[in-house]
């Protein structure tokens, strides 16, 4: 069965600190990956995603991610967290299995950056 | 450009009354997703559809949620009766392209509804 898996609901970083945000994701067919991010009171907003092209994917505001097929994992990173990085993130996929689609989103990951 | 609108952003009622939530997807996307968000639960989609026509209502709670998309620009979530437990905040998205697409999902504000 198709699944997304985001480890640790809570990640907390300094600012300028590496984010690294993990996600694993199981489906029986190549999948379509996207990464969301949720600000307060808002909706999910697309931060990037990733199609069978190249396997490192760049986003909006300096974050990327990469497709390793052998891990099935599409981790989030940034270099230097800012304190406007602080929300809620979401791994998403999109996949099908016998013309059956599926889209599914992990249970997200808080962000918080310190000070 | 316009993105997914949904109204009201707010909503409360007392238990027992009908709820109506709405949606306008972005113009031009043939996709249209309902989603509920709570603190247990997190992002649950509750159904989705294509063309305007419900391909998986899989997630809908129970016979008292209903969904309609009587055109291409617009889309209702009905709950009656409502319940406390109904208390969330629900999202609508909307999206290019058929089932097995690469297309992200854009979504709306959400409408936070409270029933009392």
Redesign the interface.
Known sequence: AQSVTQLGSHVSVSEGALVLLRCNYSSSVPPYLFWYVQYPNQGLQLLLKYTSAATLVKGINGFEAEFKKSETSFHLTKPSAHMSDAAEYFCAVSTTTSGTYKYIFGTGTRLKVLA | DAG?IQSPRHEVTEMGQEVTLRCKPISGHNSL?WYRQTMMR??E?LI?FNNNVP??DSGMPEDRFSAKMPNASFSTLKIQPSEPRDSAVY?C?SRMGG????Q???????T?LSIL
């Open positions: 997914v997703f997190g992002l989609l989705y391909i998986d999202f998205a089932a097995y697409s690469n992200p999902q854009h979504f709306g504000d959400g936070r």
